[in-house]
């Protein structure tokens, strides 16, 4: 079973929105040539750039996002690594990207869902930067040169937590926290669901919209809801989630982080994670970016990995004290079904909530298949947030 654990602690740096350099450590194993004289995007630069749209310190998304960014600073000292904390999905971000430019950066991650609009404005006025967009997919005759997305597999490892779940689970309901009704988060949420009733057929998730990234005001009310509902697990798609892990940890309730491990937060009630494990395809990204071989690279594209490349940056944490060695087992056993030709959290058949069978019988779906769920499966109380 891999699991993933913080790789670099993130340390105090300027306010929102201020440009960073962040600490550069000895080279590592994946620094390239960064003094390439070629006129390929990406190359010739003197920094790498990240725009996030949180904190760097949320227990979540942008904590992922800021640890990667470390591991770039380690494997590139020659480069400097700027970071931008609490860049909206508007145009705020494009101007953002544009100072990094200014100073020196040639390679932007730019890392929410919806900055994508702004990494294709970016990347279209720039034709010698490299811009990768983190998460969200652009039809392939608006891929530039020098732009790309990238992502993982996420709902790989939420099935994974789901059986953790309905294992964990007395009463059979499960709660979870979202924001917005995007394929991706429809997709984990099924995948948490699928995966609990492995273990208890009947289970329920009852799913609550905030309709944000980030509103721990919101995200308090609906996990209250959920908990007066009588849900004993509680997961989430926030990019912040130590409210919702919070409330879990008071009601004594189990919990399920995401996007990055927050075990801290619960010790008691903790089951694991599903969390990102960016430092390997980050420095992959760059080092291709700085070696003039971007263009036409898997990166510049709508780059997908998961459990049958045996790269997925999304992973599992480490388990907390209630799972029992059986969950475990069974665990390692479905991810080893995941991994094979013939596994999928989305094997048929699957049925939306009304019953309709949207995935035949013994069908694998692939990945780009899943990238566009629109509906709930049975099992899943609740409504597609508009």
Not at 65 to 76: K, L, P, T
Not at 279 to 297: H, K, N, Q, W
Not at 345 to 363: K, L, N
Request: glycine share 10%; with cysteine.
């Amino acid at each position: 079973m891999q699991h993933s654990t913080p790789r670099l602690l993130a340390v105090a740096i300027g306010a929102s929105l201020a440009l960073t350099l962040a600490a550069c450590a000895p080279a590592g194993s994946g620094g390239g040539d960064v003094e390439a004289s070629s006129d390929a995007p990406g190359t010739g630069g003197t920094a790498v750039g990240f725009i996030m749209v949180g904190p760097k310190d949320d227990y979540g998304y942008n904590q992922a996002v800021y640890e990667g960014s470390q591991a770039v600073a380690e494997a590139f000292p020659d480069l400097e690594v700027l970071t931008a904390e609490n860049v909206p999905e508007d145009d705020s971000a494009v101007t953002t990207m544009e100072q990094m430019i200014d100073r020196g950066a040639k390679i932007i991650f730019a890392t929410s869902y919806g900055h994508l609009d702004a990494a294709q404005q970016v990347a279209e006025a720039h034709p010698d930067v490299v811009v990768v967009q983190q998460g969200n997919t652009l039809p392939e005759e608006d891929i530039l040169p020098n732009l790309g997305t990238y992502f993982g597999t996420v709902y790989e490892p939420m099935y994974l937590a789901g059986i953790a779940a309905g294992a964990a689970s007395e009463t059979g309901k499960l709660g979870y926290v979202y924001a917005f009704p995007i394929p991706q988060t429809i997709a984990n949420i099924n995948a948490f669901t699928l995966g609990a009733q492995t273990v208890n057929p009947d289970v329920e998730t009852i799913a609550v919209a905030t309709s944000s990234w980030c509103d721990p005001a919101a995200q308090a009310e609906a996990a209250s809801s959920l908990l007066s509902q009588g849900v004993d697990v509680l997961t989430q798609h926030q990019d912040c989630t130590k409210t919702v892990i919070d409330a879990a940890e008071a009601a004594g309730a189990y919990t399920v982080g995401y996007h990055a491990d927050a075990s801290s937060l619960a010790p008691e009630g903790w089951l694991t994670g599903a969390v990102w494990d960016w430092p390997e395809l980050y420095i992959d990204i760059v080092d291709t970016a700085v070696s003039g071989e971007f263009t036409g690279s898997p990166y510049n594209a709508n780059f997908r990995v998961g459990l049958k490349t045996g790269t997925n940056p999304f992973v599992l944490a480490d388990f907390g004290p209630s799972v029992s060695d059986e969950t475990i087992a069974a665990i390692a056993d479905a991810e080893a079904f995941l991994a094979s030709e013939e596994g999928s959290p989305f094997v048929g058949p699957v049925y939306a909530q009304d019953g309709t069978e949207m995935i035949a019988a013994g069908v694998v779906p692939d990945y780009a298949e899943i990238d566009v769920m629109d509906y709930f499966v049975k099992g899943v109380t609740g409504n597609l947030a508009q």
